[in-house]
Nanobody, 127 residues
Framework: QLQLVESGGGLVQPGGSLRLSCVASGFTLDYYHIGWFRQAPGKGREGVSCISSSGGTTNYADSVKDRFTTSRDNAKNTVYLQLNSLKPEDTAVYYC????????????????????WGQGTQVTVSS
């Protein structure tokens, strides 16, 4: 069974940091691009970042550039999203998603490009 599981969310004060993890089971992440998305209450799903299967390419939404960093450890079958300098507007459920590099040549921040999704982890930024 192919599965992605996110963890690391929580409640943090503005300016704080969190590190989200996305662990794959049932398949090897080496061949997959990973996207991070978030959805705030009443809003659509927003692309946050993506990382290519090799880790050589990363992309970020303008709203999180210079604050968030995505990385991967293929030996651990895990992708990370480091969230720094958090703002209240970063509050959302964060999801990771995977798509095979055989299906898509590059990583994108378009949710329709991904076919495996985790269940999400809640990030709340509040004082």
């Amino acid at each position: 069974q192919l599965q992605l599981v996110e963890s690391g969310g929580g409640l943090v004060q503005p300016g704080g940091s969190l590190r989200l993890s996305c662990v794959a089971s049932g398949f090897t992440l080496d061949y997959y691009h990973i996207g991070w998305f978030r959805q705030a209450p009443g809003k659509g799903r927003e692309g946050v970042s993506c990382i290519s299967s090799s880790g050589g390419t990363t992309n970020y939404a303008d709203s999180v550039k210079d604050r968030f960093t995505t990385s991967r450890d293929n030996a651990k079958n895990t992708v990370y999203l480091q969230l720094n300098s958090l703002k209240p507007e970063d509050t959302a459920v964060y999801y990771c998603a995977a798509v095979s590099r055989r299906v898509q040549a590059i990583c994108l921040m378009t949710f329709r490009a991904y076919n495996f999704w985790g269940q999400g982890t809640q990030v709340t930024v509040s004082s």
